[in-house]
């Protein structure tokens, strides 16, 4: 075995991870000092945990812990099912060609950058757009923060669902055809084939799926929600990543914000154990 010929195939790859991965973690260091660019990372002052203390005794933390915490679950929880229905959809279609249309068609909105789309957003609900227009009111959505995390996660389906069915289309592509026929000889109903054959093969996959989406439950994107935000909804719509953003890059206080990033983090990751766990106890106790 020429283990030496691997070694150098995998060498680019592992500097690669090394230099872009690991090393930026000593950055986490940050979190801990009143840090000065100047100074740099070994000359800026240790202040130990004062940064969290100070975010954790804040009067915005509880706000911006709860908004970033239910824009996330909303937003996990009502994207999530989308996918798997427009996928049952698609399997009933045995046209191929009108399928491949229709799967261009709600696949199409995936290629949008999140800025045209909060663009459009704007548009569509402004007091002068389309959609009050068509109701003959000029109410200002965007200015409404009731509205925000409605106007955020109905967009995201909007945009996210048809790529997402990829997956699961894909997946049901393999039911067994012979199964199918036999439940309908015996006189299964539509509802009961999609109960008894095609969501027990989903089934894995959608417990995967519901455990990587839960893996950024509180890591929800800062650029739609800052594309999105205004003055007049800033009451929902500000979250911890906007919140760092504005700290650490607008402000410039660095050490603060890379607390508030790390403490963000680590429930981040504690929820991920715990969805994790009742997840696995849910599915018979098996482990995933």
């Not at 994207?79 to 229709?102: D, E, Q, V």
């Not at 439950?217 to 009451?235: V, Y």
């Not at 760092?244 to 050490?255: C, E, L, R, T």
């Not at 890379?258 to 018979?284: E, G, M, P, Y």
């Amino acid at each position: 075995m020429n283990w030496q010929l691997y070694l150098i195939f995998m060498m680019p790859a592992f500097i690669l991870l090394v230099v872009f991965k690991y090393l930026p973690m000593g950055g986490i260091l940050i979190a801990f000092q009143d840090y000065s660019g100047i100074r740099g990372l070994l000359g800026s002052e240790w202040v130990g945990l004062d940064n969290f203390s100070r975010f954790l005794s804040s009067t915005e933390f509880w706000r911006l812990f709860g908004n970033t915490l239910q824009l996330s679950v909303y937003n996990l929880l009502w994207s999530f099912f989308p996918p798997i229905i427009l996928a049952l959809l698609l399997a009933r279609i045995r046209s191929r060609g009108i399928r491949s249309k229709i799967q261009l068609f709600i696949y199409a909105p995936n290629f949008i950058s999140i800025i045209v789309l909060a663009g459009m957003v704007f548009v569509f609900l402004s007091p002068v757009g389309p959609i009050n227009q068509f109701f003959g009111t000029q109410i200002n959505f965007m200015a409404e923060p009731s509205a925000y995390r409605t106007i955020y996660i109905a967009s995201g389906i909007w945009q996210s669902a048809g790529w997402a069915s990829i997956i699961y289309t894909a997946a049901l592509s393999g039911v067994s055809q012979d199964l199918v026929e036999a439940a309908k000889i015996d006189g299964a109903s539509l509802w009961k084939r999609i109960q008894h054959i095609e969501l027990p093969t989903l089934k894995p996959i959608m417990i995967i799926q519901f455990i990587l989406s839960a893996g950024h439950i509180m890591s929800i994107g800062f650029e739609k929600s800052l594309a999105l935000q205004t003055d007049l909804n800033l009451a929902t719509s500000q979250i911890i990543p906007t919140y760092v953003y504005q700290i650490g890059i607008n402000m410039g206080d660095y050490g603060y914000s890379t607390a508030v990033d790390l403490f963000n983090s680590v429930i981040n990751i504690i929820l991920l154990l715990s969805v994790n766990k009742i997840v696995s106890k849910l599915n018979n106790n098996e482990g995933l």
